[in-house]
């Protein structure tokens, strides 16, 4: 019983060991897989960089990423643009898009116009958003197609948390600590800190 017991115990010590061996090669993977996409991304900022775009440092561009226009782009330290999203400049005016520190947008965003866009510190966009500071004028005297555009600047204060599919239309202040539920359409101010949603985008309250 005694040698049985001692076998046992030597079996569940040797198990314990792979098991933590098991691990610590695991998380060693992960860091060095971590590592090789962290460096790509780097490679992606390095090449917006040479094509005019401004990238200051840790800016992560993930992958399917396109800039038209990128010379009218400005993005700060530690940003992030997520997969497949589209920065669509239409004008080589003194127009710019700005992302300022700390900004962290998802795939499949859009954000397109003639006017500024201004996106600062520490905002957070879901996937499946479109900012817009250009829409269709619609006047009824010209065909929608040859009426031209309206173009007017959007701001995004700090500290704003943007939920999935939202779209935010030209002239819009989003202003500090702002929530904007998923799904909503934007088409007016939103007060320091309000929680908005709904077509159009309405205040449900205010954080607290």
Not at 35 to 59: A, H, N, Q, T
Not at 162 to 179: D, E, F, K, Q
Request: some cysteine.
């Amino acid at each position: 019983m005694t040698i049985y017991c001692f076998k046992m115990q030597t079996l569940l010590e040797k198990i314990k060991i792979f098991i933590i061996l098991l691990y610590k090669l695991t998380y060693m993977l992960y860091k060095l897989i971590s590592s090789v996409y962290y460096f790509i991304d780097s490679l992606r900022s390095f090449f917006w960089s040479l094509l005019g775009g401004r990238l200051w440092k840790k800016v992560k561009i993930a992958r399917w990423v396109l800039m038209a226009n990128p010379r009218r782009i400005f993005i700060w330290d530690w940003a992030k643009i997520g997969s497949y999203s589209l920065l669509e400049w239409w004008t080589s005016w003194n127009k710019w898009l700005y992302i300022w520190k700390a900004v962290w947008i998802n795939r499949f965003c859009r954000f397109a116009g003639e006017e500024d866009i201004i996106i600062k510190d520490y905002v957070q966009i879901w996937s499946n958003v479109t900012i817009l500071s250009s829409d269709h004028n619609t006047k009824k005297d010209k065909y929608i197609k040859y009426s031209g555009y309206i173009s007017k600047p959007v701001l995004i204060e700090e500290d704003v948390w943007i939920g999935s599919n939202v779209m935010i239309l030209p002239w819009v202040t989003i202003w500090r600590g702002a929530i904007v539920g998923a799904n909503a359409v934007v088409t007016k101010n939103i007060p320091n800190y309000a929680i908005v949603a709904g077509v159009p985008a309405k205040i449900i309250k205010f954080r607290t």
